[in-house]
Nanobody
Framework: QVQLVESGGGLVQPGESLRLSCAASGNGVSIYAVGWYRQAPGKQRETVATITRPSITSYADSVKGRFTSSRDNAVNTVYLQMNNLKPEDAAVYYC??????????????WGQGTQVTVSS
């Protein structure tokens, strides 16, 4: 069994920062690629960022220059550093991962989501 656990959400004021974590667990499991998504109530799910091995990233235009995704392979964790947060960034953030293990690939694994609230 594999699990993808998200953390790091919270309540911040505009201009402040948060760092989200997306950690994978399981026997011999490592993260190959992660997509970050967000969804606000009543709105479409939006792709925020992606990161693949070795270090290829992409970002939505709305977050370029403010968000940065990175990874720490030693602890099977991908991060999303969110700086200069704006009210329009408020949403539930989800990570979705493609994982690699010994003799098996596991794709389309979702984290449970973490709430980001940006309010003055």
């Amino acid at each position: 069994q594999v699990q993808l656990v998200e953390s790091g959400g919270g309540l911040v004021q505009p201009g402040e920062s948060l760092r989200l974590s997306c950690a994978a667990s399981g026997n011999g499991v490592s993260i190959y690629a992660v997509g970050w998504y967000r969804q606000a109530p009543g709105k479409q799910r939006e792709t925020v960022a992606t990161i693949t091995r070795p270090s290829i990233t992409s970002y939505a235009d709305s977050v370029k220059g403010r968000f940065t995704s990175s990874r720490d392979n030693a602890v099977n964790t991908v991060y999303l550093q969110m700086n200069n947060l704006k009210p329009e960034d408020a949403a539930v953030y989800y990570c979705n991962a493609d994982l690699r293990g010994y003799g098996s690939d596991i794709t389309n694994v979702w984290g449970q989501g973490t709430q980001v609230t940006v309010s003055s």
